[in-house]
């Protein structure tokens, strides 16, 4: 019998410490990519069923442009808000997990958003692919609109822009309050909203008494869809620290 | 050489509580340490000050010669498996066994197959469909495959019955001859693994109680039986544990004997075994709460 004493283990070089825990991340892909495409599938699937009951009962005169106001629609929204749940959930259930292999939390918070910007890769070629399919097919031959909704821009290159940079926010906007939740379970969390929506409050309260929803409006509309997408990167920024600042004194702890 | 383990005067407080107060000890290498306490006694906050999970109020940790808290190249080496060790709701075993050996330097697939078959754990199943004894054998079977340098199990078999518990003292026995490395097994089931045991370290209320090699500690208590006027006559004023008695006969548990001691008592007609670790524990335990409870 021979006896090997256990040798400390070279250490990893720094990438392949980040990377392994991004490929955690993806080592099930059911949360993190299987689930949202059915559910989307699902309601893209609803709303074709919708458009054909609406364009079939109309007369040929009748279908130009029946469908128009589906460029304002929102049922590709689904999909961001759930990439938010997807960055609380993956955060939450592989911190505790990752750390018992020996993790440090600076690893893991690099290989968590190495993974987010991944997902958020995949997700916007995905809409983009399939928004381009919809303008090249003319709405699915109806003139319905479901991934390349007005909001995202007007040519494709914005399209990709905009669906990017929203889905790096709602990622690294859900890995903050993972964080939180990781740090502080539920009443944090609690706390959390109640001093976003108390934030967002002020900001209205501010707006209105100073008069200034005039100028809130045009600026918008100066900044318009880049512009506004562009901006929201200093959120998504100030996101990320956020949750990087907070898990990395945190503790794994068992009870919800 | 640098011990594996060495703590210094640690301190961990939550609030008021002192969960680690002021505990001090070392690990040496290749052993098997059992961590030893009743529930609350700060067995996993010791732990986990130990891996870096848990930020120490005060004192120092130092891990392969290193501070652990966010040190790569120091954790990298160990693996954590904590009572009720949660993974991944979506996971299957399958996708825990696919995932650790990237963590792993000294991951055996070979021996985590072998375990696999041990436990009879299926594969294909989700997580939150198992039962709480297949998962602590996932914990149990990553814990042992892992290899790491240095393995914490804390209470990892919640739920695994006689038959599975056993097979997990005898592979990692086995595992341990020919891959020494250290281990911190913390349990209530001091009996069961008694014989695994190398070092014994017993906290209770944050405090570090006993610190001693588990064939010492084996011998520091005698259990002496007989007609209760000899038993008295020969502990005269020895320190007693503990005393028991139906009728004439007695029962006391007194601080180890030296030989010609036990010569004496066997002259006696007494009878002498040997104290169950587990029994010596509670009775010390006991002993030091009372002796505390008398200072204070």
Redesign the interface.
Known sequence: ????????????S?LK?IT?VT??HF??P??TLGLPWIILGVIFAGSLTIWWLIYSALSPEQREGALEGTEFGGSSFFIFIYMMVVAIQAIS??F????????????YYLGSALAFIALAVIYTTGLTVLGAIEKATNGWGMGGTMFAPIYFGESAPERIFVTFVLFLFFLFFGSAIAAVWVRWKATGVTMFFIIVGALLVGLIALTTFTDSWAAVGSTLVDLGVLGVAAWSLVLTAISGFAGFVLL??A??R?AA | MTPTIEVTNLSKHFGKVNAVNDVSFTVEE?KIYGLLGRNGAGKTTLM?LL?????ASSGTISL?GQPPV????V??????????????????PK?VF???P?????WDQEFADRLIADFRLPLDRRIKKLSRGQLSSIGVIVGLAS???LTFFDEPYLGLDAVARQIFYDRLLEDY?????TVILSTHLIDEVSNLLEHVLVIDDGKLLINEDAETLRNRATNVVGMKTAVEAFIGNREVLHRDGIGGLSSVTVAGLSESERRDAHAAGLELSPVSLQQLIIELTRTETKEFEASA
């Open positions: 019998m021979t006896t090997t004493t256990t040798a400390l283990a070279q250490p990893a720094p410490r392994r490929k955690l080592a099930n059911w949360t259930i592989t505790p997990f990752a750390l018992g292999y020996g993790v440090t939390r600076r690893d990395r004194r503790t794994p068992n | 290749n986990q891996t870096g999970q848990e930020f392969f966010e040190n790569a190249k954790l990298q080496n160990t693996c954590f498996i904590k009572e009720s060790q949660r993974y991944p709701e979506d996971f299957r996708d696919k995932t650790a990237w963590f792993f330097a000294n290899r790491a340098p001859a020919t891959h020494p490395r």
